[in-house]
């Protein structure tokens, strides 16, 4: 199946309550990133967490990875309606050239005001 | 510094004409990728290309789609004979030879009616 399987698929919260979404991967990865969308527009990159690290914060967010499951997860706290988007998550797996990367289906966020 | 440059932003074809789509790296990025989203889903990696060298085309379609990145100008991303299942959002992103900095366009909306 897919590399790189966010859930859940869509996640509804109210303003101010934390949001976490999951990514699964099958490969051995060099890093993993998290990317958000915004309806009708390019992707932003958010946080990126190499294999050998466990977790990682960029303002509200805070990443881990966990390779022993090849999981990672995104929380973003105390949310905002602005938050509103899709995020995805990416993988660069060992052995592949460049930076190419392989992207989940991602989780669609609704935060409510 | 413009940051990676995709034109058209909206292209509209009819079935069997051609779709060019064209991405200037950001300054300084010698390496390019193409991705493809269809609605809903996440990014689908198609090529990757390094001035004058596609490197890695594992993900384009056989037939009707070629990519190339010239010495001088932008990458082109060429559909031949378009059909409606091309229609999707195409994303350009670029890197440096060395280093992350990973950094995607807006993106080209193909519809083919």
């Known amino acids: 199946s897919q590399q790189g399987e966010e859930d859940p698929q869509a996640l509804s919260i109210q303003e101010g309550e934390n949001a976490t979404m999951n990514c699964s991967y099958k490969t051995s990865i060099n890093n993993l990133q998290w990317y958000r969308q915004n309806s009708g527009r390019g992707l932003v990159h958010l946080i990126l967490i190499r294999s050998n690290e466990r977790e990682k914060h960029s303002g509200r967010l805070r990443v881990t990875l966990d390779t022993s499951k090849k999981s990672s997860s995104l929380l973003i706290t105390a949310s905002r309606a602005a938050d509103t988007a899709s995020y995805f998550c990416a993988t660069k797996p060992w052995g592949t050239s460049g930076s190419r990367l392989t992207f989940g289906e991602g989780t669609q966020l609704t935060v409510n005001p | 510094n413009a940051g990676v440059m995709q034109n058209p932003r909206h292209l509209v074809r009819r079935r069997g004409q051609e779709a060019r789509l064209r991405c200037s790296p950001m300054k300084g990025h010698s390496h390019v990728y193409w991705y493809r989203q269809l609605p809903e889903e996440g990014l689908k990696f198609m090529v990757y290309l390094q001035k004058e060298n596609i490197i890695d085309e594992s993900g384009m379609p056989k037939e009707r789609f070629s990519a190339e990145f010239p010495k001088e100008g932008p990458s082109i991303l060429r559909i031949q004979q378009v059909v409606r299942g091309d229609s999707a959002a195409y994303f350009c992103?670029?890197?440096?030879?060395f280093g992350y900095g990973y950094t995607f366009g807006s993106g080209t909306r193909l519809t083919v009616v």
């Open positions: 992103a670029s890197s440096p030879e």
